[in-house]
């Protein structure tokens, strides 16, 4: 990649003691900045100057990003609409959920939440998180290929935006092209994230840098579209879930809370755009921010009779960024509240949907989650096996950062001999790697739960996560940008040891390297196994459908069968257990006898589908309690005097349920 080649920044332009702030230009559309205010390596006194983009970067980080998608899942792209990754399990139900999603927001938007499957369940699509932010992905196509290569896209999509969006939050920081490379492939790439592959509400967090980058530039650069547009991202993202939406939204905050009192002590100054107290200029230098930016502020000029370390409060927000501030947040809230209210009916209606300390603490664990890494990780599996075998749960509580990450991180953090970021925001970062690891290990780290159960107990929201490590998304992004300094920096002082010893190349070897071993160290291995489709006999059949035999495993896949025609199912696959669904997977041992078809009958069933063979699960333990056990058993039974005709098309066989006596109970 050439414009990675270096790893360097271009020489700074700006003139000495020059004042002027970053120009209030954008990342694309010719939009022209400032350059770099500083030398990459020069221990900065403050914020790095925000830095120019050219088409040409860009357009070359998101070819990066599309490439390096497509060669870690090698060879997935050939074989869009056959193959899914890593597994049939969750991926199948999710390629169904972003179908349903589409429909629903085309053909009936009001009723988006009451999804085809869970019938007559109301709200089923809240029984696990919504991904409503890919629903416009399913506008183009139907039935279960055209849902299996929109899912397989999108996940190449996801791993493609983590490294774009970490790249673009690192650049901002202050990181040279090399640097935020780094940073890009250490978030995207983080040994934690091959283990929640199969999960696309967990691998998709390629939002949360890139609304940080825009919001962030937007602001210093007193650009209304960034900060528009990094607000709707901020939003997007919550769209997806909670399961990161909701560590976001309490990162934002907190975010917030520092830019007040920074405010609050005069240390954040309003020009065109936010900056902070200490500019540097190309030699180092600190210049105050002039008058004319002040002026053009609202800002009173600052009293020469005050503390030096501080300048006079100007307006928190620019003037004019505070109704595109307003519109962007009360959107973010909207968005939140919008997909809260139809998660709150449910946790309601559902008792069993509500997490209880015994759940949290099955997915919880201690210190040795530190050190264990995922067993699809080609690098440090079989050296973490050990501590692997401690945690309660190998598939989520696996948190071990990848040694090159952790090497870099600590030479960011220390920044000897030089730094890219200012010392508050190297402890920042710390202190973000050091909370989202305490607080991953959930309720185990210490005996009673504590510091995790303040959140579960206290905090709103909290008390509805199942899994605390995916907190941990967050600290692989904070872990990525220090990586990304610590990259940068040993490529900037092998440089003259290599021109003393007339090998000019060695810095771009080197950051090579290093990008090669992140890549290398946190991608894992994939499986791709062959989706199965339904039968041509089983498209176009009379619902509410059931498919036998029923199971968690199998359910799976009948959702997924589901998308062509969105025809309304009794069963599926959610987070909690449904007592309706349970008795009626129980009732179906006997099928087909009186008691299974009057069960039948009550929860509205007008077609079964029986299948003789049942699709292979690669990647899964199998089906856990199918019911009927014995499929060829059960369609050899006798229907006579049921109310049912039957017949047999291949390897299913179709009954079709008519009117007769229900059982006299249900589910409560």
Same mark, same amino acid.
């Given at each position: 990649?050439?414009?990675?080649?270096?790893?360097?920044?271009?020489?700074?332009?700006?003139?000495?003691?020059?004042?002027?702030?970053?120009?209030?230009?954008?990342?694309?559309?010719?939009?022209?900045?400032?350059?770099?205010?500083?030398?990459?390596?020069?221990?900065?006194?403050?914020?790095?100057?925000?830095?120019?983009?050219?088409?040409?970067?860009?357009?070359?980080?998101?070819?990066?990003?599309?490439?390096? /998608?497509?060669?870690?899942?090698?060879?997935?792209?050939?074989?869009?609409?056959?193959?899914?990754?890593?597994?049939?399990?969750?991926?199948?139900?999710?390629?169904?959920?972003?179908?349903?999603?589409?429909?629903?927001?085309?053909?009936?938007?009001?009723?988006?939440?009451?999804?085809?499957?869970?019938?007559?369940?109301?709200?089923?699509?809240? @029984?696990?998180?919504?991904?409503?932010?890919?629903?416009?992905? /399913?506008?183009?196509?139907?039935?279960?290929?055209?849902?299996?290569?929109?899912?397989?896209?999108? @996940?190449?999509?996801?791993?493609?935006?983590?490294?774009?969006?970490?790249?673009?939050?690192?650049?901002?920081?202050?990181?040279?092209?090399?640097?935020?490379?780094?940073?890009?492939?250490?978030?995207?790439? /983080?040994?934690?994230?091959?283990?929640?592959?199969?999960?696309?509400?967990?691998?998709?967090?390629?939002?949360?840098?890139?609304?940080?980058?825009?919001?962030?530039?937007?602001?210093?650069?007193?650009?209304?579209?960034?900060?528009?547009?990094?607000?709707?991202?901020?939003?997007?993202?919550?769209?997806?879930? @909670?399961?990161?939406?909701?560590?976001?939204?309490?990162?934002?905050?907190?975010?917030?809370?520092?830019?007040?009192?920074?405010?609050?002590?005069?240390?954040?100054?309003?020009?065109?755009?936010?900056?902070?107290?200490?500019?540097?200029?190309?030699?180092?230098?600190?210049?105050?921010?002039?008058?004319?930016?002040?002026?053009?502020?609202?800002?009173?000029?600052?009293?020469?009779?005050?503390? #030096?370390?501080?300048?006079?409060?100007? #307006?928190?927000?620019?003037?004019?960024?505070?109704?595109?501030?307003?519109?962007?947040?009360?959107?973010? %809230?909207?968005?939140?509240?919008?997909?809260?209210?139809?998660?709150?009916?449910?946790?309601?209606?559902?008792?069993?949907?509500?997490?209880?300390?015994?759940?949290?603490?099955?997915?919880?664990?201690?210190?040795?989650?530190?050190?264990?890494?995922?067993?699809?990780?080609?690098?440090?599996?079989?050296?973490?096996?050990?501590?692997?075998?401690?945690?309660?749960?190998?598939?989520?509580?696996?948190?071990?950062?990848?040694?090159?990450?952790?090497?870099? /991180?600590?030479?960011?953090?220390?920044?000897? &001999?030089?730094? +890219?970021?200012?010392?508050?925001?190297?402890?920042?970062?710390?202190?973000?790697?050091?909370?989202?690891?305490?607080?991953?290990?959930?309720? &185990?780290?210490?005996?009673?739960?504590?510091?995790?159960?303040?959140?579960?107990?206290?905090?709103?929201?909290?008390?509805?996560?199942?899994?605390?490590?995916?907190?941990?998304?967050?600290?692989?992004?904070?872990? +990525?940008?220090?990586?990304?300094?610590?990259?940068?920096?040993?490529?900037?002082?092998?440089?003259?040891? &290599?021109?003393?010893?007339?090998?000019?190349?060695?810095?771009?070897?080197?950051?090579?390297?290093?990008?090669?071993?992140?890549?290398?160290?946190?991608?894992?291995?994939?499986?791709?196994?062959?989706?199965?489709?339904?039968?041509?006999?089983?498209?176009?059949?009379?619902?509410?459908?059931?498919?036998?035999?029923?199971? %968690?495993?199998?359910?799976?896949?009948?959702?997924?069968?589901?998308?062509?025609?969105?025809?309304?199912?009794?069963?599926?696959?959610?987070? @909690?257990?449904?007592?309706?669904?349970?008795?009626?997977?129980?009732?179906?041992?006997?099928? #087909?006898?009186?008691?299974?078809?009057?069960?039948?009958?009550?929860?509205?069933?007008?077609?079964?589908?029986?299948?003789?063979?049942?699709?292979?699960?690669?990647?899964?333990?199998?089906?856990?309690?199918?019911?009927?056990?014995?499929?060829?058993?059960?369609?050899?039974?006798?229907?006579?005097?049921?109310?049912?005709?039957?017949?047999?098309?291949?390897?299913?066989?179709?009954?079709?349920?008519?009117?007769?006596?229900?059982?006299?109970?249900?589910?409560?």
């Amino acid at each position: 990649m050439q414009t990675m080649s270096t790893g360097l920044p271009s020489p700074p332009r700006t003139p000495r003691g020059s004042t002027a702030p970053a120009g209030a230009g954008g990342v694309a559309g010719g939009e022209q900045g400032s350059r770099s205010s500083s030398r990459e390596g020069a221990r900065p006194r403050g914020w790095a100057a925000s830095p120019a983009f050219s088409g040409r970067e860009l357009a070359l980080v998101v070819l990066s990003g599309v490439l390096l /998608a497509v060669l870690t899942s090698w060879p997935l792209v050939l074989h869009l609409p056959t193959r899914i990754a890593p597994d049939l399990g969750d991926p199948v139900r999710t390629a169904w959920e972003i179908a349903w999603v589409g429909h629903a927001m085309l053909h009936d938007p009001l009723h988006l939440f009451d999804a085809n499957a869970f019938y007559p369940h109301p709200l089923s699509l809240a @029984f696990s998180d919504s991904l409503l932010g890919y629903g416009p992905a /399913a506008f183009f196509g139907s039935g279960t290929v055209a849902a299996l290569v929109r899912y397989n896209l999108l @996940f190449l999509f996801a791993w493609s935006l983590c490294f774009i969006g970490a790249y673009l939050l690192a650049r901002e920081l202050g990181l040279g092209r090399l640097g935020g490379a780094a940073a890009g492939v250490a978030f995207a790439y /983080a040994p934690y994230r091959v283990t929640e592959a199969g999960h696309l509400h967990v691998i998709s967090s390629g939002g949360l840098p890139l609304a940080l980058f825009l919001l962030l530039r937007g602001y210093r650069r007193s650009s209304r579209k960034l900060v528009l547009a990094g607000w709707l991202v901020s939003a997007w993202q919550v769209s997806l879930g @909670f399961t990161l939406g909701l560590q976001y939204c309490y990162l934002l905050a907190v975010l917030a809370l520092l830019v007040l009192l920074y405010w609050w002590r005069g240390r954040l100054t309003p020009g065109e755009g936010w900056s902070g107290r200490e500019q540097v200029s190309p030699e180092g230098e600190n210049v105050a921010p002039s008058a004319d930016s002040r002026a053009r502020a609202g800002a009173p000029s600052p009293d020469r009779r005050e503390h #030096p370390s501080r300048t006079a409060r100007g #307006p928190l927000i620019p003037r004019r960024l505070l109704i595109v501030t307003i519109v962007g947040a009360t959107l973010l %809230g909207g968005v939140a509240i919008y997909q809260a209210a139809p998660y709150l009916q449910v946790a309601h209606d559902y008792p069993t949907a509500k997490r209880t300390l015994k759940e949290v603490k099955n997915y919880s664990s201690g210190p040795a989650a530190l050190l264990s890494a995922s067993s699809e990780n080609r690098v440090w599996s079989g050296a973490t096996s050990g501590m692997r075998a401690k945690v309660h749960s190998q598939n989520e509580d696996v948190f071990f950062p990848g040694g090159l990450v952790l090497l870099l /991180a600590l030479i960011g953090l220390a920044g000897v &001999g030089g730094a +890219a970021y200012t010392r508050n925001l190297r402890l920042g970062l710390l202190a973000g790697v050091v909370v989202c690891s305490v607080l991953a290990m959930g309720l &185990g780290l210490t005996g009673y739960g504590y510091p995790y159960r303040l959140l579960y107990n206290y905090a709103p929201g909290w008390n509805g996560v199942r899994v605390p490590g995916r907190v941990f998304t967050l600290g692989t992004l904070f872990y +990525a940008l220090l990586a990304g300094a610590g990259a940068q920096l040993l490529v900037l002082r092998i440089g003259p040891w &290599g021109r003393r010893h007339s090998l000019r190349a060695l810095p771009a070897l080197l950051g090579g390297v290093l990008l090669v071993g992140l890549l290398g160290e946190g991608a894992g291995h994939l499986a791709h196994p062959v989706v199965p489709q339904p039968a041509k006999a089983e498209v176009g059949l009379p619902g509410p459908l059931l498919d036998l035999p029923t199971d %968690g495993a199998a359910d799976r896949v009948w959702q997924y069968f589901s998308t062509n025609g969105f025809y309304k199912i009794p069963i599926g696959n959610s987070t @909690f257990d449904i007592p309706a669904v349970d008795d009626l997977r129980g009732g179906m041992s006997g099928f #087909p006898d009186r008691a299974s078809i009057e069960k039948l009958r009550w929860y509205g069933i007008r077609t079964v589908v029986l299948h003789l063979t049942m699709p292979k699960l690669p990647g899964l333990h199998g089906y856990a309690l199918a019911e009927p056990a014995d499929t060829a058993k059960a369609a050899a039974k006798p229907v006579t005097g049921l109310g049912v005709t039957r017949r047999q098309v291949g390897s299913l066989v179709i009954y079709e349920i008519g009117p007769g006596p229900k059982a006299l109970h249900g589910s409560d």
